[in-house]
Nanobody, 118 residues
Framework: QVQLVESGGGLVQPGGSLRLSCKASGFTFSSYIMRWYRQAPGKERELVARITSAGGSTNYEDSVKGRFTISRDNAKNTVFLQMNSLKPEDTAVYYC???????????WGQGTQVTVSS
């Protein structure tokens, strides 16, 4: 059974930091590109960051470049999103996603809420 379980969300003040984790099980984690998406109220889901299967390449949405860092530990089947200098506009539900090149299917976690507010 495939599972992606996010954790680490919460309420943080502007300028603060959070580290999200996504623990995977039920598939060959090291073969999958991992991505973090977010969805704010009333907005479409957007891609925030992605990391290749071996972790050698990362990409970021423009608004988070220099503030967010995606990483992965294939030995622990876990992907992380370190979020620094958080802004109110980062408030959203954050989802991790797993996708393998050439596959028509992908997997989603249940999401974790991040709220940036004073």
């Amino acid at each position: 059974q495939v599972q992606l379980v996010e954790s680490g969300g919460g309420l943080v003040q502007p300028g603060g930091s959070l580290r999200l984790s996504c623990k995977a099980s039920g598939f060959t984690f090291s073969s999958y590109i991992m991505r973090w998406y977010r969805q704010a109220p009333g907005k479409e889901r957007e891609l925030v960051a992605r990391i290749t299967s071996a972790g050698g390449s990362t990409n970021y949405e423009d608004s988070v470049k220099g503030r967010f860092t995606i990483s992965r530990d294939n030995a622990k089947n876990t992907v992380f999103l370190q979020m620094n200098s958080l802004k109110p506009e980062d408030t959203a539900v954050y989802y991790c996603n797993a996708w393998r090149v050439g596959s028509l299917l992908d997997y989603w976690g249940q999401g974790t809420q991040v709220t940036v507010s004073s």
